[in-house]
């Protein structure tokens, strides 16, 4: 990340860290991940099938809740 020209340090940081992960997450937030060294292939392979897997419970739950929401509202028409 010291090579990304919109990177500056954070003087007041005590921490160590040199590799930094940020993926999105829908329009709802970012996963972000940072560590000491680079991050292997195979690590960025697992952080990428755990935002898989988040990303799909937030499907699943707004899904849930739209369907929850039309039922209530089909149970109480007049």
């Known amino acids: 990340m010291q090579e990304d ?3 500056s340090p954070n003087e ?24 000491m060294s680079p991050f292997s292939q195979e690590s960025r392979m697992i952080i ?3 935002t898989d897997l988040i990303t799909l419970v937030i499907l699943e ?5 739209v369907r929850s929401t039309f039922t209530y509202q089909q149970r109480w028409r007049v």
């Open 5 to 7: 020209d919109d990177w």
């Open 12 to 35: 007041q940081s005590k921490s160590h860290y040199n590799s930094l992960i940020c993926i999105p997450i829908l329009n709802w937030g970012i996963m972000t991940i940072d560590a």
């Open 48 to 50: 990428q099938v755990y």
């Open 61 to 65: 739950m707004y899904d849930g809740a």
